[in-house]
T-cell receptor
Framework: AQKITQTQPGMFVQEKEAVTLDCTYD???????LFWYKQPSSGEMIFLIY??????QNATEGRYSLNFQKARKSANLVISASQLGDSAMYFCAMREGSGGSNYKLTFGKGTLLTVNP | DSGVTQTPKHLITATGQRVTLRCSPR?????VYWYQQSLDQGLQFLIQ???????AKGNILERFSAQQFPDLHSELNLSSLELGDSALYFC????????????FGPGTRLTVL
């Protein structure tokens, strides 16, 4: 079973509108972390936002917010007031466990967001 | 700019050859991770080092090896290259090996002809 599922291969949004990118995850760990990264066409991976499993408040970073619904195991990224520069591939990732030494990230397949003028 | 540097940016080589990818983590980061991004496999974790010691292995082929040096830079060695090894290889670093955010370098795009 996939640990991170991003069901939207592609999304379109008008400039200045808000958009939600979906992410569901699967883990049996109590302690885990959820991340969103942005990959523009130039290829680099840019960290956007982090949510810990014990965090009670949804994470926010500027125009990015993470809609964390623990019971539903979802961690959707909300981008407000979209800009043309937001056009990119967006990856949801999970880090499992609080003990041991393996803190690898498991990534979803990504959502390609296109912002239209 | 994440502060993680990777060289070279692009690498074109032939099947059967060996290459070395280099990564310098952000200042103060002790942990280095290597990931491979390919069209068919997506982003996959290869290996993690923490302060010079190997901490975890993912889907890393036996033809691949890595190390982290005392100055904390890391190298990923890929040998007996095959066409299927063509991919974007990322290095990421974090302060520790635990609950810290991983910051990615710009990647090395490897093309095997």
């Amino acid at each position: 079973a996939q640990k991170i599922t991003q069901t939207q291969p592609g999304m379109f949004v008008q400039e200045k509108e808000a958009v939600t990118l979906d992410c569901t995850y699967d883990t049996s760990d109590q302690s885990y972390g959820l991340f969103w990264y942005k990959q523009p066409s130039s290829g680099e991976m840019i960290f956007l936002i982090y949510q810990g499993s014990y965090d009670e408040q949804n994470a926010t970073e500027g125009r990015y917010s993470l809609n964390f619904q623990k019971a539903r195991k979802s961690a959707n990224l909300v981008i407000s007031a979209s800009q043309l520069g937001d056009s990119a591939m967006y990856f949801c990732a999970m880090r499992e466990g609080s003990g041991g030494s393996n803190y690898k990230l498991t990534f979803g397949k990504g959502t390609l967001l296109t912002v239209n003028p | 700019d994440s502060g993680v540097t990777q060289t070279p940016k692009h690498l074109i080589t032939a099947t059967g050859q060996r290459v070395t990818l280099r990564c310098s983590p952000r200042s103060g980061d002790l942990s280095v991770y290597w990931y491979q991004q390919s069209l068919d496999q997506g982003l996959q974790f290869l290996i993690q080092y923490y302060n010079g010691e190997e901490r975890a292995k993912g889907n890393i082929l036996e033809r691949f090896s890595a190390q982290q040096f005392p100055d904390l830079h890391s190298e990923l060695n890929l040998s007996s290259l095959e066409l299927g090894d063509s991919a974007l290889y990322f290095c990421a670093s974090s302060v520790g090996g635990g609950t810290y955010t991983q910051y990615f370098g710009p990647g090395t795009r490897l093309t095997v002809l």
